[in-house]
């Protein structure tokens, strides 16, 4: 469906709609279940039977979370009251007889309790609100606009969410389809809001609780953040932006135009590594808006959320997506050079330290990620190893490699802009492995060591071999110390290394 990546640049103007999904959700803040009612509305005369699914899901969270597990008290009925039938299909899929009916109406609750960014949570003064685990979706009506209406309680101050409000009313949205609601997190209450607009875009800082926002840098410095990553992608792609930052757990959920995370929630009262370490988490989530919503592999979107979706490329979606969160962080001036070559050490550090890199490629870790072989088994660090790790300081060897191969010409900053311009925006899709590798090809050049480089990074990717970093990084002025996994600066390097350096690592 090329439509859905394009409807989400232009998803934040109301879409006038009779749609054929209408859902009520009502926040029960005693029992803690969203007690959802959904009037469906026949595709075709006679219909005999409609199929309702729910996520087991979640884009971005790659892990089942087996949503169906929490509904409960399903029922169907036409609209005159009279009870209609219904049978579970699999897991995830609930089959109403419509009898004919034009228009038959559904109920069900859903528990709502869960400390997660990809799950609902309602407490007695606000109510996080994930859409996969609340709204089940007709695979007819999947790319069709849905109306949802939030009954919430009258003392709750604040909507919070990437979505617009339909204009006179509190919270009722229209919004395009399937993909978008559960791409858009609410976050209902009295939480800290702060509304301002840079550039032209419209921004929202949700924080839950926020109490010592007041007086910390983080706005400058988000701005800071924002404008380096548009310098690297040339392009903003959305109207408006929300941060819902709560306090919990850790995690994060990137969206289109929207984060949602549970972090420290601390601003002012942290030391200055914890607040580099929030602002990098913040700006990870924040670039994936780029990398894997719009830059994706092809197996990520249109989504099937009935079941798993397996791609080997979740290291560049997310390892790169760090590399760039750590370069925002530096290209907007928040840190120096040193503190960007600790983030970079760290990551080497903590994949060179264990055996999994000798037994598991970074391709495959991607593409095994669903049987959660980081789990508990205790010999994950063993025989296998997290793609977030490598994957970030593979960004780094690419951007070295490119720059060293054509003398300065390219960074992965084109690469990036190539995947997005070409993938995203012209075919409007997501891309294959081998056109990743293409596209790598492509940027290095069509001299022999431009093939020889790409085939270098990939056999780095696709095997176990080990990386010979002194290689990658030494031409560009970078030296790693082999016992501490420290990255350094080359003393006195040469006035052409020193200025790919620079343009690398700002130093
Ligand atoms: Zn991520």
Known sequence: MKKLFFLAVTMMAAVATSAKMSYTVEIDTVGKYLNVKLQYVASEKGQQKVELQMPIWAPGYYDVLNYPKYVTDFKATKTNGTALTWSKYRKSTWIVNMAGADTILVSYRTYANVMDVANSRIRPEGAFIAGNGTFMYEQGHKYEPVEVSYIIPDNWKYVSTGLKVEKGTKCKFIVPDFDILYDSPILFGNHFVEKFAHNGHEYEFAFDPGDDYEGSTF??????????????????????????????VGGGLEHLNSQADYSSGRFTTKSRADYIRELDFIAHEYFHLYNVKRIRPIELGPFDYSQEPFTPLLWFSEGFTSYYSAQMLRRGKIITTEELLGIYSRYIHDIEIYEGH????????????????????????????????????MGLLFDAKIRTTTKNEHSLDDFMRLLYNRYYKELQRGFTEEEFWQALQEIMGTTQEATDATALLRRYVDTTDDIDYDALLNPIGIVLNHETWQLSLMEKPSKQVAKMRKALIGE
């Open 219 to 248: 706005k400058k410095d988000f701005i800071a953040m924002v404008d380096a990553a548009t310098e690297i992608m040339k392009e903003v792609p959305y109207d408006n932006y929300c941060i819902i930052n709560m306090e919990g």
């Open 358 to 393: 000798k037994h598991m490629t970074l391709r495959q870790s991607s593409y095994d990620i669903w049987l959660d072989f980081m789990g508990d088994k205790g010999n994950h660090r063993d025989v296998a190893f997290s793609y977030y790790n490598k994957g970030s300081y």
